[in-house]
């Protein structure tokens, strides 16, 4: 069973910066689709932003050259680097992992809050 652990979120004004941070455990993190997802409120959750365990990546057209995922596999951590944030970009955050054993299995973080304030 993988652990994911997402921090960083906060209160920002429209604007500012927020790096946020999922440290994975319970795997050999170098193995691990990972990726962002959010969820605002009353809507579905959406992706964000993924990398794969080759350091592909992929953005969803809302957040393209605003936001940067990154991993380190040192660290078994993803980041996801977000700036000139808006409020629409508020939302709960979720760090999300996938492995393939004998067959894929998912896995999701517990999730943490941005506020972009007007």
């Known amino acids: 069973q993988l652990q994911l652990v997402a921090s960083g979120g906060g209160l920002v004004q429209a604007g500012g910066s927020l790096r946020l941070s999922c440290v994975v455990s319970?795997?050999?993190?170098?193995?691990?689709?990972l990726a962002w997802y959010r969820q605002a409120p009353g809507k579905q959750r959406d992706f964000v932003a993924g990398?794969?365990?080759?350091?592909?990546?992929d953005y969803d057209d809302a957040v393209k050259g605003r936001f940067t995922i990154s991993r380190d596999n040192a660290k078994n951590t993803v980041y996801l680097q977000m700036h000139s944030l808006k409020p629409e970009d508020t939302a709960v955050y979720h760090c999300?992992?996938?492995?393939?054993?004998?067959?894929?299995?998912?896995?999701w973080g517990q999730g943490t809050q941005v506020t972009v304030s007007s």
């Open positions: 990398i794969t365990r080759g350091s592909r990546t």
């Open positions: 999300y992992a996938k492995i393939l054993t004998t067959k894929w299995v998912d896995y």
């Open positions: 319970g795997s050999d993190f170098r193995f691990l689709d």
